[in-house]
T-cell receptor, first 113, second 116 residues
């Protein structure tokens, strides 16, 4: 009930290509779905987040697609750049004061020049 | 600058020793968290605290202890009871949010702990 499953574990994309990372969750009470970006040796930083009342959210080259019925959400990185090379984590939580995030296993993205 | 400061960045522990990781935030956040990161396993919650002098166990609290004597400080002690402590430890904080609002968690730079 508490798991968030993320795939793929690693991803290699050519510069200018589209990177797609997928996540699936089990707990239907989750209502907040952020994506975090982490560079080596650094802490994760919030990239973009979505709530289930919308099916898509776009910020620059980053887009979250959300499918509530399938309990799945994905991150699309358009026009991927070498500077996007990092580890990406999806997460989910129930909004409110608890604020505990359940993280996926992470995806290491390498964008080749 | 506002942020979360973790220290030390690198720490070595001998078998049987307790070690304490420091975490300080000046963001005036009520909630603070400790996560452990291992390759291929994402981030797992160790402990969290929403208010001074109160904290709750996360998913992997065994072998760890915390205190929250001040709003800005949330140190983590890795005790000798933690059988596999080698990992990257991340401290985080967030404001308390009202129901229906998403909760953005801000992370520190992390501390590497290695058992020698």
């Amino acid at each position: 009930q508490q798991q968030v499953k993320q795939s793929p574990q690693s991803l290699i994309v050519q510069k200018g290509g589209i990177s797609i990372i997928n996540c699936a969750y089990e707990n239907t009470a989750f209502d907040y779905f952020p994506w975090y970006q982490q560079f080596p040796g650094k802490g994760p930083a919030l990239l973009i987040a979505i709530r289930p009342d919308v099916s898509e959210k776009k910020e620059g080259r980053f887009t979250i697609s959300f499918n509530k019925s399938a309990k799945q959400f994905s991150l699309h990185i358009m026009d991927s750049q070498p500077g996007d090379s990092a580890t990406y984590f999806c997460a989910a939580s129930k909004s409110g004061n608890t604020g505990k995030l359940i993280f996926g296993q992470g995806t290491t993205l390498q964008v080749k020049p | 600058d506002g942020g979360i400061t973790q220290s030390p960045k690198y720490l070595f522990r001998k078998e049987g020793q307790n070690v304490t990781l420091s975490c300080e935030q000046n963001l005036n956040h009520d909630a603070m968290y400790w996560y452990r990161q291992d390759p291929g396993q994402g981030l797992r919650l160790i402990y969290y605290s929403q208010i001074v002098n109160d904290f709750q166990k996360g998913d992997i609290a065994e072998g760890y202890s915390v205190s929250r004597e001040k709003k800005e400080s949330f140190p983590l002690t890795v005790t000798s009871a933690q059988k596999n402590p080698t990992a990257f430890y991340l401290c985080a904080s967030s404001p308390l949010t009202a129901a229906g609002s998403g909760n953005t968690i801000y992370f520190g730079e992390g501390s590497w702990l290695t058992v020698v």
